[in-house]
């Protein structure tokens, strides 16, 4: 199944080559889950992330338990830090 991706500011740098600006669409196996697709576009573990399927916040504790479905939408947000 296909999912589209994503990835703002810094971010866009891990999208795979051949992406359009800032976004890709991958194919994922069914039961495929918001953990994976950090997994699998390699982001930084030690980071924390806004994350959002379909324009609905997951809470880190519901990566590993979210799963996707077809033509849904993940969007990834660095951090932000400041003083």
């Known amino acids: 199944m296909k999912v589209t991706v994503k990835l703002l500011g810094k971010l866009r740098s891990r999208l795979p080559a051949g992406s359009g600006f ?36 997951i809470a880190a504790a519901e990566l590993g338990s979210r799963v996707l479905d077809e033509g849904d939408t993940v969007t990834i947000a660095p951090p932000i830090k400041g003083g």
Do not use: S
């Open 22 to 57: 800032g976004e890709t669409t991958l194919e994922v196996g069914a039961g495929t889950t918001t953990a994976r697709v950090l997994q699998t576009l390699r982001l930084p573990g030690d980071e924390t992330y806004l994350i959002m399927v379909n324009d609905e916040r």
